[in-house]
Antibody, heavy 122, light 107 residues
């Protein structure tokens, strides 16, 4: 059974960089049919896609965060990571990592981590 | 950037009701749409993908339809476990976007 687990600091100071890692177990991150994504959810609000990465390192990010987001992959550790720079209180959210599975024409998120709360505060 | 708009934002319904949620895309996305269910404090769970394909293990009372810019998720007979928030999500080669969510609450 595939499992994803987010890890990283739960508290980040304003203007600093948020860093999270997603560890994949029960399957390979180097699969040809999967992307790996980050999604966040501010308190009481909806889901926001942050970005996705393929095992080769090819990435796509949401335009609204693009200049602050770096997503990377480490196939040797079966992990992918998120860095979000210059954070503000607006970046406070639950951060999820998830696997994107290819259907018959598109990708959808079929396996999710449990989510990790990140609070931006001094 | 493709925008996704769901309606209604909140839906009050009773057990046994037929429920329909609509999702509209700001431009054509073919059939590249998924639907998710989320309960408080939990990660979302995929229900449908490619607009009308039922994810393995999801009850058959859930169905999806649509293509282009207009999509629907239908629950044929609402069950107690279905009270939750539902999100649509579009996929294209370079981006993914979620709708703002539809909360299904007990009437």
């Amino acid at each position: 059974q595939l499992q994803l687990q987010e890890s990283g600091p739960g508290l980040v100071k304003p203007s600093e960089t948020l860093s999270l890692t997603c560890t994949v177990s029960g399957g390979s991150i180097s699969s040809n049919s999967n992307y790996w994504g980050w999604i966040r959810q501010p308190p009481g609000k909806g889901l926001e896609w942050i970005g996705s990465i393929y095992y080769t390192g090819n990435t796509y990010n949401t335009p609204s965060l693009k200049s602050r987001v770096t997503i990377s992959v480490d196939t040797s550790k079966n992990q992918f990571s998120l860095k979000l720079s210059s954070v503000t209180a607006a970046d406070t959210a639950v951060y999820f990592c998830a696997r994107e599975e290819y259907g018959s024409g598109s990708y959808h998120f079929d396996y999710w981590g449990q989510g990790t709360q990140v609070t931006v505060s001094s | 950037d493709i925008q996704m708009t769901q309606s209604p934002s909140t839906l009050s319904a009773s057990v046994g009701d037929r429920v329909t949620i609509t999702c509209r895309a700001s431009q054509s996305i073919s059939s590249w749409l998924a639907w998710y269910q989320q309960k408080p404090g939990k990660a979302p769970k995929v229900l449908m993908y490619d607009a009308s394909s039922l994810e393995s293990g999801v009850p058959s009372r859930f169905s999806g339809s649509g293509s282009g810019t207009e999509f629907t998720l239908t629950i044929s007979s609402l069950q107690p476990d279905d009270f939750a928030t539902y999100y649509c999500q579009q996929y294209n080669s370079y981006s993914r976007t979620f709708g703002q969510g539809t909360r299904v609450e007990i009437k």
